[in-house]
């Protein structure tokens, strides 16, 4: 709001409030110099609400003061009583304030009455404030003058608070019932226009019974106390019609009310005390507007909260019908896949399967889903593992790859998901392969020792010739097929060594890691002193004892050593540094180099069957190494990873059972047939 648009405003409420208090003092009932009804107090409390953020509040303050101050010395008060006055109405108005941001602070012009707590917030500022008006006013003039009138003060507090109430009422529901007039209707024609005939006739009937109700019940029944009765109109109106038609119908009736009490007529003047006269017309004021304002707010709350409930049943049934469909669309996607799944609780009865998984759980899981079951249950993250399901009956079993999943219910609960794949046709097509591959393999060593036996022969021949053109030329040729001979004889025992690694029974005992590691540096120092290398640096920590097949874990430890002392830049020393640590049942060994390292993002791949880092660098081997490696481990119930040591070289960290741990191998699905 702009300085001068404040200034205007101010402006219109003074000159409303000079109407209402010159109104005011047009009902002096006597002598007393009591008036029956102070519009001026709803007048205010109006004024500086509409004006509590505007820029010139103190012209408010101001002009207030001023038409206070001459209206009342014009009706022959003196200054200091005038002063009193000023007094009594700026405190009166500040009090309202207070209370009105304190308890309801959206409760403004703008805003209008939405509810029962905004009337009862309305009602108790205005009693409060005008008790505060009171204790300035009637109290003032009683240092002043040495007399006090509790009637006076009597009539103070409830004219000003029927005032506060009702026309405070207005000013709150006035602007927004003219904004939402225009919104919805436009014009007085258009709303004529869009208002049933039967709800017209419905407003001009209360129009026609209050009046004529008015006019019984003040005009014409003189000395009869039957202006309860009247009480009717106002329920039915706050029943049926809108809050501002309300309001506007109290006011009103109040209006009317105190114009026939000061003519004479009604049962209010029948009271020859003007003080009582005036406090019981007040009073039926106030309960006119209390009980319409109550019917009316109290009725708007119900539809607000009907309508807000119809649209949470609504949005609640749409919600309930979709959270249907997806269940549904989801039993169906669960349903018809060929893999298994189920949901088992902690007390192993099976929550949720699909029909899949109801051919492998038709008893439950038992056997080897016991294990499984137990510990992610328990939070532990348990691998892949190929589980045997026998049948009754049948000659063969099921080969089945398990993983699983630990949830949670919003109760608390722990569940577990299993997720079954059958992959007896895959596994024992692989197991064929390799089966095949040993065979093969074994089978091609005749061949190759022969290859090499008469090729050394030849060799040696050649070479008691006559050094011809013809003679190098052949012990060339010789000297290719030779090491062509070679590398298929370490092609064949990469490929039994794996098959060893993958088929043979594992065996674990305890095992002195530190010894067995001494023996194995031991054989590769020796080697490198019989080929003319540099010698390797090997540093071993204190190992700890493991549960390990001996043979598998000297080949595991073996081709990790050996790969290391490979894999060096050929003008640098190897240098090794072995170390381990204990986890719990498992024990973490580390063998770390200073080699060239393993290239970016093939950390993972190099465990790969025949997959080689570095082919094009001149060293020889086969690719099966790491994935030897990698079977041996896996068989022992570990893991193996490779990482990049950050002084240089590569970190390979495999774990195995620590002696004594109660972890049994994990069979191939070789061994599960």
Request: aromatic share 6%.
């Given at each position: 709001m702009t300085y001068r648009g404040s200034l205007a405003r101010t402006g219109m409420f003074a000159v409303a409030f000079l109407v209402a208090v010159w109104a005011g003092r047009l009902t002096v009932m006597d002598q007393t110099n009591l008036s029956m009804v102070w519009p001026a107090a709803g007048v205010a409390?109006?004024?500086?609400?509409?004006?509590?953020?505007?820029?010139?509040?103190?012209?408010?303050?101001?002009?207030?003061?001023?038409?206070?101050?001459?209206?009342?010395?014009?009706?022959?008060?003196?200054?200091v009583m005038a002063m009193v006055f000023v007094s009594a109405n700026l405190v009166q108005v500040a009090v309202f304030l207070h209370l009105l941001a304190r308890w309801r602070p959206d409760l403004r012009p703008t805003s209008g009455l939405h509810s029962a707590r905004d009337l009862w917030a309305l009602l108790a500022a205005a009693a409060a404030s005008t008790v505060a008006g009171a204790a300035a006013g009637p109290t003032g003039m009683w240092l002043l003058t040495g007399r006090h009138s509790w009637a006076a003060t009597l009539v103070w507090l409830s004219r000003n608070t029927a005032a506060i109430l009702l026309i405070g009422a207005a000013g709150l529901c006035a602007v927004p019932a003219i904004r939402k007039f225009r919104e919805r209707y436009g014009s007085p024609l258009g709303w004529w226009r869009a208002t049933p005939r039967a709800r017209l006739v419905e407003y001009a009937a209360l129009a026609l019974c209050s009046s004529a109700a008015y006019l019984a019940g003040f005009a014409l029944t003189r000395g009869l106390p039957i202006a309860f009765a009247l009480i009717a109109v106002t329920v039915w109106a706050g029943i049926r019609f809108p809050t501002p038609l309300v309001v506007a119908h109290d006011l009103a009736a109040g209006v009317v009310s105190v114009l026939f009490t000061l003519n004479g007529y009604g049962p209010f003047a029948a009271i020859d005390n003007p003080a009582a006269r005036a406090c019981v017309a007040q009073l039926y004021v106030a309960m006119v507007a209390v009980i319409g304002l109550a019917l009316a707010l109290g009725?708007?709350?119900?539809?607000?909260?009907?309508?807000?409930?119809a649209a949470e049943k609504a949005e609640l049934a749409a919600e309930r019908e979709q959270a249907s469909q997806r269940a549904e669309l989801l039993r169906a996607i669960i349903d018809s896949t060929t893999d298994g799944l189920a949901v088992v609780g902690a007390d192993r009865r099976v929550v949720l399967s699909n029909p899949a998984a109801d051919g492998l759980?038709?008893?439950?899981?038992?056997?080897?889903?016991?294990?499984?079951?137990?510990?992610?249950?328990?939070?532990?993250?348990?691998?892949?593992?190929?589980?045997?399901?026998?049948?009754?009956?049948?000659?063969?079993?099921?080969?089945?790859?398990?993983?699983?999943?630990?949830?949670?219910?919003?109760?608390?609960?722990?569940?577990?998901?299993?997720?079954?794949?059958?992959?007896?046709?895959?596994?024992r097509h692989r197991d064929e392969l390799a089966g095949f591959a040993g065979v093969v393999a074994h089978d091609l060593l005749n061949p190759v020792t022969a290859?090499?036996?008469?090729?050394?022969?030849?060799?040696?021949?050649?070479?008691?010739?006559?050094?011809?053109?013809?003679?190098?030329?052949?012990?060339?040729?010789?000297?290719?097929?030779?090491?062509?001979?070679?590398?298929?004889?370490?092609?064949?025992?990469?490929?039994?060594?794996?098959?060893?690694?993958?088929?043979?029974?594992?065996?674990?005992?305890?095992?002195?890691?530190?010894?067995?590691?001494?023996?194995?540096?031991?054989?590769?120092?020796d080697a490198a002193i019989a080929a003319?290398?540099?010698?390797?640096?090997?540093?071993?920590?204190?190992?700890?004892?493991?549960?390990?097949?001996?043979?598998?874990?000297?080949?595991?430890?073996?081709?990790?050593?050996?790969?290391?002392?490979?894999?060096?830049?050929?003008?640098v020393t190897p240098a090794l540094t072995v170390t381990a640590t204990r986890a719990g049942?498992?024990?973490?060994?580390?063998?770390?180099?200073?080699?060239?390292?393993?290239?970016?993002?093939?950390?993972?791949?190099?465990?790969?069957?025949?997959?080689?880092?570095?082919?094009?660098?001149?060293?020889?081997?086969?690719?099966?190494?790491?994935?030897?490696?990698?079977?041996?481990?896996?068989r022992h119930g570990g893991t193996?990873?490779?990482?990049?040591?950050?002084?240089?070289?590569?970190?390979?960290?495999?774990?195995?059972?620590?002696?004594?741990?109660?972890?049994?191998?994990?069979?191939?699905?070789a061994q599960l047939r």
């Open positions: 409390v109006v004024w500086f609400c509409a004006q509590r953020e505007a820029p010139a509040r103190w012209a408010d303050v101001v002009a207030l003061a001023m038409i206070t101050l001459v209206v009342n010395m014009a009706t022959g008060a003196t200054p009725r708007d709350e119900r539809h607000v909260l009907m309508t807000d409930l759980l038709t008893d439950g899981p038992t056997g080897d889903f016991e294990e499984i079951f137990t510990r992610a249950l328990a939070g532990e993250e348990v691998p892949e593992t190929d589980v045997l399901i026998r049948r009754p009956g049948a000659s063969a079993g099921q080969i089945v790859c398990v993983r699983t999943a630990a949830v949670r219910d919003p109760d608390g609960a722990r569940r577990v998901v299993f997720l079954f794949h059958d992959v007896t046709s895959e596994r290859v090499e036996g008469w090729t050394e022969t030849a060799a040696e021949a050649v070479e008691r010739l006559p050094r011809t053109p013809e003679a190098g030329l052949a012990l060339d040729a010789l000297g290719r097929v030779d090491r062509a001979a070679g590398r298929m004889r370490s092609l064949i025992g990469g490929l039994l060594a794996y098959t060893t690694a993958r088929d043979a029974t594992v065996a674990p005992v305890a095992v002195d890691l530190g010894q067995m590691v001494s023996e194995v540096t031991v054989a590769r120092l003319g290398l540099p010698a390797p640096r090997f540093t071993v920590a204190d190992l700890p004892p493991v549960q390990a097949d001996p043979v598998l874990l000297r080949q595991l430890l073996d081709n990790l050593i050996g790969n290391a002392i490979k894999y060096t830049a050929r003008d049942d498992m024990v973490l060994v580390c063998v770390a180099d200073n080699g060239i390292g393993i290239p970016a993002g093939q950390h993972d791949e190099i465990f790969g069957n025949f997959h080689r880092a570095h082919s094009t660098l001149g060293y020889a081997g086969t690719g099966l190494g790491l994935g030897i490696c990698k079977r041996i481990v896996e193996i990873t490779a990482t990049d040591n950050p002084g240089g070289g590569s970190r390979f960290e495999f774990s195995v059972p620590a002696a004594g741990a109660d972890r049994q191998p994990v069979p191939d699905s």
